[in-house]
């Protein structure tokens, strides 16, 4: 009987490990056409919440302008293929002189639009783990590199 219950007790934890999690905060490398400099992150929650973070320099004269882009939406990870799923876009600028601030968030609906149909249009990736912290994601003719932010 004891062995019964010892070999559950290691069943039952063995069941536990299923590998790798993508949940948590990664920085995100190699997303084709970003501009120059701009940063992104990607955050997934548990059990399929996803937000996507770019933060990127304006560039204009005489002003230090930035842009953030915040994308929503959900994920599934099924064997070595994740799945993005865009559902909602914002764009945010500071730093732009009021006349141009107002033309870039007219111009901003177009952006934002144009950003959930490109995600959407390619959804899925092929995802190679390098590590617990680290991985690639391939698909479309390019490769992303997420490594998993610490603290």
């Known amino acids: 009987m004891r062995h019964l219950l010892a070999l559950s007790a290691v069943l039952v934890l063995a069941g536990c490990n299923t590998g790798p999690s993508l949940v948590g905060t990664w ?3 190699g997303i084709p056409n970003m501009p120059a400099g701009a940063t ?3 955050s997934f929650a548990a059990p399929d919440k996803l937000t996507m973070v770019m933060h990127s320099d304006v560039p204009i004269p005489s002003a230090k302008a930035t842009m953030t882009a915040t994308i929503n939406g959900t994920y599934t990870l099924k064997g070595d293929v994740l799945t993005i ?3 909602s876009a ?3 600028f ?4 009021a006349q141009l601030k107002t033309l870039a968030e007219q111009d901003a609906e177009t952006g934002k639009k144009q950003m959930l149909d490109e995600i ?3 959804p899925d990736g092929k995802i190679k ?3 617990a912290d680290k991985v690639t994601v391939s698909g479309s003719g390019s490769t992303m590199t997420l490594t998993r932010q610490k603290g």
Do not use: F, Q, R
């Open 27 to 29: 920085d995100v490398t």
């Open 40 to 42: 992104s992150t990607m």
């Open 85 to 87: 799923k865009a559902s």
């Open 90 to 92: 914002d764009l945010k």
């Open 94 to 97: 500071e730093g732009l002189p």
């Open 120 to 122: 959407n249009k390619n």
């Open 129 to 131: 783990w390098e590590g």
